[in-house]
C-alpha cells in the first residue's frame, strides 16, 4: 500500500488528538526502548544540534513527535522499523490497546470482536499484531476529572475482569494485557512509566470515529465480574481454563505446591516479558546460550526469561526466601501441572539470573551467607540469597517489593 505526503499528516494529526507523542519508543535491535529519560533529556539539553543518541548501545531520538519518515517506516516495515508511545498523563482522553496473542488467528479475531462488543460497547477496532496472528484492539478512553493513579489501577482490574471472563471460551488465543496507563511525572522526574502502546498499522484517522469510554464504565465492568485469578492459572494463562477445580488443587506431599495455591501476589505468565526484550538482546542470550551448550545444559529463551522472573517474583512475594531450590522445586510442580514446558537446573539458573540482574530486571538484596559451624555444630547463622525486582521491571513492582520488604523487617523487629 503506498502512503501519500497527506496520508502521513492525516495520521500523524489523529494521533495526536489524543496525545502529544512526546514519550516515543521505536523497536531497536530486539528491544522496544523509551527515550523520554533523565538521561537522554539532559543529553539533548547539552547537544541541541544532535538528533539521536546511544545509550549502551540503545538508540533514542530526540524529544517531538516522529518525522514523516519514521511513520512511514512503521507503516510499509510493520515488525521491523514498528513505533510505540506511551500516553501522557495531561491529555484526558488517551489511546488503549487490548493485547491479544494467539496460536490461531482465526481464534485472536474471535476473541478481539468478543472483547469489543462485551466489554467495549463496541467502540474499539481491531488491528493485527506484529506478528500477524495475534490482535490489537484499540479504544479511546476518557479520563477527564480522574487521578491519573487511579487509571492505572482500574484497567488492572478491568484486564483481569476480562481475562477471567475470556480465558475459558477461548482455547488458542488469550489477552495478555491492557496497556494504555499513562505516564506520571513528579518533580521533574517520571513515577510511573506508562506502557508501551504500538503505533496502528491502520489509518490512525478511524480512531476519531470512536467514541471515548468512560473510566467509570471499565470500573463497572470489572466490578461486575469475578477477577480474582487464582496466580498459578495467572502464570500460565494457558492450558487450564478447562481442567475441572479439583484438578488445580496442589498435592498435599509438596511444600513449593502446597504454597502455591495461597499466595497473594497476582500476576501473568508474559507481563513482564515486554520489559525482558527491552532490557536484555538477543546477541546477550546468544552469549549466554554458548556458555550453556559447553555445560551440555538447557538453553535459555525470552520465554524462559519470562517465567524465571515470574518465579522468583512468587518466591519474593509469598515464599519468605527460600533460595534457588525453592525455585527449582517451583519450576517442576509447574512443569507437573502443564503450566510450564521446563524445569530450572543448577547451570541455567546461574545464567538466567545473572542476565536479570545485569539488566536490573531482578536485584540481589542480600548475597548467600553460608552457616557458621563450630566443630561438626552449625550454628544456623546463615541466610539464603534475598533476590526481588529490579528497578527495569516496573516502578510499581518495585516499589510494591520495598514496602513489602519495609513491613516484613517491621514485623521481624516487633517479634523481636
Known amino acids: ?196 502502546v504500538k503505533f496502528p498499522y491502520f489509518h490512525a484517522s478511524r480512531l476519531l470515529g470512536l467514541k471515548a469510554i468512560p473510566l467509570a464504565l471499565l470500573a463497572d465492568k470489572a466490578a461486575a465480574r469475578p477477577h480474582s485469578i487464582p496466580p498459578v492459572r495467572e502464570i500460565a494463562n494457558r492450558g487450564t481454563a478447562g481442567l475441572p477445580p479439583d484438578s488445580l488443587e496442589p498435592a498435599k506431599s509438596n511444600v513449593f505446591e502446597k504454597r502455591i495455591g495461597i499466595t497473594d501476589h497476582v500476576f501473568t505468565k508474559d507481563e513482564y516479558l515486554e520489559q525482558i526484550k527491552q532490557h536484555i538482546t538477543e546477541a546477550t542470550i546468544a552469549e549466554s546460550n554458548q556458555r550453556l551448550a559447553k555445560a551440555r545444559s538447557s538453553l535459555i529463551t525470552y520465554q524462559k526469561l519470562s517465567d524465571f522472573v515470574s518465579m522468583q517474583l512468587q518466591n519474593a512475594f509469598n515464599f519468605d526466601h527460600l533460595g534457588r531450590d525453592a525455585i527449582i522445586n517451583l519450576s517442576r510442580v509447574l512443569k507437573e501441572k502443564g503450566i510450564i514446558d521446563w524445569v530450572v537446573s543448577k547451570n541455567p539458573y546461574t545464567e538466567l539470573l545473572r542476565l536479570c540482574v545485569d539488566a536490573a530486571l531482578l536485584e540481589v538484596y542480600e548475597e548467600y551467607q553460608r552457616p557458621t559451624k563450630h566443630g561438626q555444630i552449625s550454628d544456623k547463622n546463615g541466610r539464603v540469597r534475598v533476590i526481588g525486582p529490579g528497578v527495569n521491571l516496573g516502578f510499581e513492582v518495585y516499589a510494591e517489593y520495598q514496602e513489602h520488604r519495609k513491613a516484613k523487617a517491621g514485623a521481624a523487629r516487633r517479634v523481636g
Open 1 to 196: 500500500m503506498s502512503y501519500t505526503d497527506k496520508d502521513i499528516k492525516a495520521y500523524k494529526q489523529a494521533l495526536l488528538a489524543h496525545n502529544d507523542l512526546y514519550d516515543l519508543g521505536c523497536f531497536w535491535a530486539g528491544g522496544v526502548h523509551h527515550r523520554a529519560k533523565n538521561e537522554v533529556l539532559e543529553y539533548f539539553k547539552a547537544n541541541p544540534k544532535e538528533a539521536f543518541m546511544f545509550i549502551d548501545g540503545k538508540k533514542y531520538f530526540r524529544q517531538g513527535p516522529p518525522s514523516y519518515r519514521m511513520i512511514l517506516n512503521h507503516l510499509i516495515n510493520g515488525g521491523k522499523d514498528t513505533l510505540y508511545f506511551s500516553n501522557s498523563a495531561r491529555f484526558n482522553r488517551i489511546i488503549c490497546l487490548v493485547d491479544i496473542d494467539a496460536t490461531d488467528t482465526g481464534q485472536a479475531q474471535e476473541l478481539a470482536e468478543y472483547v469489543a462488543s462485551h466489554f467495549l460497547e463496541g467502540q474499539a477496532i481491531v488491528d493485527s499484531s506484529t506478528n500477524g496472528i495475534g490482535r490489537h484492539l484499540y479504544f479511546i478512553l476518557d479520563v477527564e476529572y480522574v487521578k491519573r493513579t487511579r487509571v492505572n489501577d482500574v484497567l488492572k482490574d478491568f484486564c483481569n475482569a476480562v481475562k477471567n471472563e475470556t480465558g475459558a471460551l477461548f482455547s488458542q488465543a488469550h489477552v495478555c494485557s491492557i496497556r494504555g496507563e499513562p505516564t506520571i511525572w513528579q518533580e521533574n522526574r517520571i513515577i510511573h512509566r506508562g506502557s508501551l
